[in-house]
């Protein structure tokens, strides 16, 4: 004898019953309407009711039957009504309790077949749920850089299970493998902690197995094989793979500036660098975009596996910010085919000289040589960098928020105040150079400024100040050593890129404070010694940057500020610090954009699919940057609206696959579907529903009830044609 | 010309001065005419012979006969005489219902028929008379064969008004009872009774030798019943008002309506009664002169 257990894929939509009153209520209502007649041929007219209305009735209770019937089959059809036999279901217990985890990460936009290979997923998840067993309940998890939970409890309600499938949406950044696993864990052993009781338990990831995603670098994979197992110990782990075997992709993989700082009236190069992740040469038309129009656009070709940059020339001729975006459309995955900046170009360079030995005397002051280079011009208002020259006071006097660099030339030691102040500087974009001199007391500098990469602060740097790039260990003099120019990597030495014969290493130094650089810190040579010692030491701090010179600034340490070199040394040192440490107005997404926004008060912004949000940066938690754009802070009439861009982070743009040898040692126990292509969707969900072998009556009924809605259409059409044919008896 | 305007037009007139009711059967008129007569008189065509009784006018006597048989026999001969017709018009409250595609009503076209008859056996020099009734005789006026009579029977014409119920049968029995002599009848009516006490009332008339002409007035929508909504039907005559569907009952009325009208015109049929279908979607004008045509 087969037991037969029956139930509703959708029981809510039982409620629907109550529609099939609606011919009843209809009936009723057009009996209401009538209209009135007077009429002499009574005895006829009466003849003829007593006659008919049995016949009548028969025929409108059988109308009527047939519409109920026509409705309540559709209703019960949507319910789902659903057969399985004991044996599919092991028993009147057996359930199962299925975590699906789909894979948000942008990989998956790849379109194919008009569909996105994330919509395929949704498309197998809810496919999953309908063919599921009775007894079956669901968790639901989105695999993202941070795991998005959307069912976390097993639920049974098919229309809440498909409404929230439904709502899920792709994120434009990579996902988090790891941390998925772990949340699965946590999910299933907080079921089992509600007192959840299902025969067994079943994870099935829906993923395109991009590398990226599931071959993590060797030190996660130790940490990734543990969750695996530990997942695998209390349930069975399936994973489905939607992705395509060699899919191709062209991603927009950086925008900038060639120059860290753009100049009104200069032309500056945008750089566009394109990489083709695919496996065939691609020749590649590129659209440069600035302020919502098309101003440019080149083809260029792409080899397979490699990268190609493409440069605009651009000259912009007002001191505003500049949306510009580029675009290279035409590939399958669209979010990686366009990037976004924001240029600032700037008129002028305020710079703030602050001279710890001034002098009355002409170039006797610890930062003459160096106002002289930094402003050679005789008409200054004209150049580029407006320089001032101020004693030590200008730190607590002038507003540092004016400048956007300060040279503390041989100041000998900075207050707590003035540290603070600095680092707020340094907050708000600001940047600093320090050149050294006999003034400088090196313990206090530690003390106050804190030196990075330290971990014990000074006595003076409770706040945990680490300003300083390096440490000032010790005063050198007596030797002379020379410049070592370091290959002149540094983009701020671009200049003298292949002109290393015009004796920029020949300059003397013959005092220094030698600099002790951390290893663990984020500080780097810029330029050194002959001797190996560092001798302009930098590194980011907040969003500016400090730069720390192991000499003087004027000739008393070193001939650098005499010779010709030291002109334009020092200017790219105001200009590079002058461009900041943060990349502009440009971010990515996953990072919070509370960086972009004023420190305080709330601020209304737009989003770049349209809708506006108020934001306020102080109040607790950072907002994430969850789409690629350009945003927009709306501002007063007054100031006018900024803009920041956001982009994705192309490390997800390459969709190779993982290797299946690898990923079966990683994930031990793992069923994988062996099928490749986006085919195994229908037929992983196929096996699922052979497992489940449940029959389902719905598409039955909507047979019977297409039956009803004919059987109706004839009824009604016969019973009007036969008066009709009769009406027309003379 | 009489003075009629809504119930004869003078078109209508000059239209109808070229038909006439001639009787078929043998009338009781008050003066010489061209209808046959049931007594015999001294006319110019022979009848039979009878024999003498004192009084009897001697000029009569048939010497011929006497000569052969030698007894007194008188010549007696056809005389003919003047028509008498006797409209009999229902005006009871059936006969007020106008439908959706006449332009009017039942007694409306009933009291155009009548006008146009009456016009028609006064202009042959024919005597008239009329009676309205509903559930009882409502007005009665005596024959005439006097042109200004028109005058008079239209006014009366005018002057009637749907009544109350119809009951036809005593009526028809009532009107036989009063017709001392014999004529034309002319019923004009929707005849919405029963059919066997109407036999028996026009069977009554029949057996006072008149001639009987059964004008059967109907408007077409009851016939053809051509409602589809539902709808209230407002009985006339004090029926109870019914609530109906039209369309699902449109053929059983009509075959019950038509089984009425052919079992109205078989009764007619065997009491030698013309039965005379006016619709009052048609022309009178054009049924009357087909009728009267087909008298000869």
Known sequence: MVLLAFGWTNPLMLGWLAAAALPLLVHLLRRRRYREVSWAAMRWLRAAIEHETRRVRLEQWGLLALRTLFIVLVVLAAAGPRLQSATAIGGAGDNCLRLLVIDGSYSMGYRWDDQTLFGRAKSLAQRMVREGGLGDAYMLVLMAERPVVAVDRPSKDRLLLAKRIEELSLSESEASLPATLLKSSELLESADRDGSRFSRAEVIIVSDLQAKTWSPAAESRDELRHRFERLAAKTSVRVINVGVASAENIAVSQFKTEDPLTIVGRPAALQATLENFGSQLHRQAVELWADGRQVGQQAVEIPARGSALVEFPRLFDEEREHRLEIRAPGDRLEIDNRRFLIVSPRKQVRVLCVDGRPSGRPYQGAADYLALGLAPSAKRELDLLRVETVGENGLIDRDLRDYDCLFLCNVSHFTAGQAQRLDSYLRDGGSIVFFLGEHVDPERYHDVLGVAGESKPGPGGGAGLRLLPARLERLVSGQSSQINPLGFRHPMLKAWRGREEEGFAKIPVWKYYRLKVSEAGPARKVLALDNGDPLLVEQNVHRGRVLLVATSADPGWSALPLVPHFVPLVRSMALWCAAGAAPGRTGQVGQPFDVFLAAHGGQRVQLPDGRVQMIRPDAGSARIATQSGMYTVLGQATTGNKHFAINVDTAESDLAKVDESRLRAMAPGVAFNENDGVGDAGSASAALARHNQSLRLDTVLLFVALAVALGETFCAWRFGHSRRKASIVP | ?296
Not at chain 2, 29 to 44: D, E, L, M, Q, W
Not at chain 2, 137 to 151: E, K
Not at chain 2, 225 to 253: N, W
């Open chain 2, 1 to 296: 010309m009489p003075n009629a305007p809504s119930l004869l037009d003078p078109q209508t007139f000059a239209r109808l001065q070229r038909f006439s009711l001639r009787a078929r059967l043998m009338v009781e008129g008050y003066t010489s005419g061209v209808h046959r007569s049931p007594f015999h008189g001294f006319s110019v065509e022979f009848a039979e012979h009878r024999e003498y009784a004192p009084g009897d006018d001697p000029r009569y006597l048939d010497w011929k006969v006497f000569g052969r048989t030698d007894k007194y026999y008188l010549k007696q001969f056809e005389e003919e005489t003047n028509l008498v017709c006797h409209l009999l018009l229902d005006a009871s409250e059936s006969m007020g219902y106008r439908g959706t595609v006449s332009a009017v009503s039942k007694l409306d076209y009933a009291k155009r028929a009548a006008a146009a008859l009456a016009y028609i056996v006064l202009h042959q020099q024919d005597s008239m008379g009329l009676a309205t009734f509903d559930n009882a005789i409502r007005s009665w006026v005596r024959p005439s064969g006097n042109p200004s009579h028109l005058q008079d029977i239209l006014q009366v014409l005018e002057q009637t008004e749907a009544g109350q119920g119809t009951s036809l049968a005593p009526i028809l029995h009532e009107a036989a009872d009063r017709l001392k002599k014999r004529g034309v009848v002319i019923v004009v009516s929707d005849f919405f009774d029963d059919l066997d006490t109407l036999s028996l009332g026009l069977k009554h008339l029949r057996y006072r030798r008149h001639e009987v002409i059964v004008m059967h007035v109907l408007d077409p929508d009851e016939e053809q019943f051509p409602f589809d909504e539902s709808t209230m039907f407002h009985g006339l005559e004090g029926a109870a008002s019914v609530l109906a569907e039209p369309r699902a009952i449109r053929a059983r009325y009509q075959k019950e309506f038509q089984a009425y009208v052919r079992a109205l015109r078989a009764a007619c049929h065997g009491l030698s009664i013309d039965y005379v279908p006016l619709r009052t979607d048609q022309s009178l004008e054009a049924i009357l002169s087909d009728y009267l045509a087909s008298r000869g």
